[in-house]
Structure formats: C-alpha cells, structure tokens
C-alpha cells in the first residue's frame, strides 16, 4: 500500500473519530447520567487531532515514516476501544469486552511514546 493510501485511510479515521466525537458529546450533554460519553468524546476529538498531526508530521518528514505510521493508526485502534467501551457501558450496560478500555489507554500511551521516539528517530523514507 502506498504511503498517500496509509495517509487518506488514517484521514478519513480521524474525520470519522471527529464526528463520533461531536455525536457524543451531544448526547452527553443531553442525557441523564451521562458522564461516560463525555470522557468517550473527549477521547475521540483528542485523538483525531493527533491522527492528523501525525500525518502532517511524517508527511514532512519529521518524524520517522513506521513508527509515526504505527503511533497514528494506535491511536485510531486505540481511542476506538475506549471510547467504544465507554459508550457501550452507557447504551449497552456492558463493555465491548473485559479491560477494553484499560487496554486502549494503555496502547493511547504507547501510541504516544510512539509518536515521541519517531520524531527522535533518524528519518527513513
């Protein structure tokens, strides 16, 4: 897959995340108890804005071409599971699956250390 594909993929992710993240925090806002979809949508608008920082950053060759790559496409996988799971509890009365949401703020961390080590890193087309 060519590097233009990888980037329209992670941008069309970040525009989907970005609008989820608008739907919930509208329906937090006018929901009883809601306080889970705020935190959901939070996650969501965050991390859309560094899918395309991201994207930005290895397209000018700031950062290193995979592991940039690999940190954007874990924050699409990773704000995806928490804020899916947190959605689910609040719609659903159950997570997508046990510790989804814990494991998605932990690969959000490392998508970020990621993202750190790929701007430190020597840059390679």
């Known amino acids: 897959m060519t590097r233009m594909a990888l980037f329209r993929i992670l941008i069309i992710c970040a525009g989907i995340m970005g609008a989820d993240g608008v739907i919930l925090a509208a329906a937090s806002a006018h929901q ?3 306080s889970r979809l705020a935190s959901a949508s939070s ?8 899918i395309l920082g991201a994207v930005a950053l290895i397209e000018r060759g700031i950062t290193h071409l995979q592991l ?14 928490f804020a899916g799971d947190l959605a689910m509890r609040q719609y659903a009365g159950h997570g997508l699956f046990p ?27």
């Open 32 to 34: 009883p108890d809601a």
């Open 43 to 50: 996650m969501l608008l965050f991390h859309a804005t560094a």
């Open 68 to 81: 940039g790559l690999t940190a954007a496409f874990g924050f699409v996988i990773a704000a995806s599971l």
């Open 99 to 125: 510790m989804a949401a814990p494991i998605g703020g932990t690969l959000l961390i490392v998508s970020w250390v990621a993202l750190a080590v790929s701007a430190a890193w020597p840059r390679r087309a």
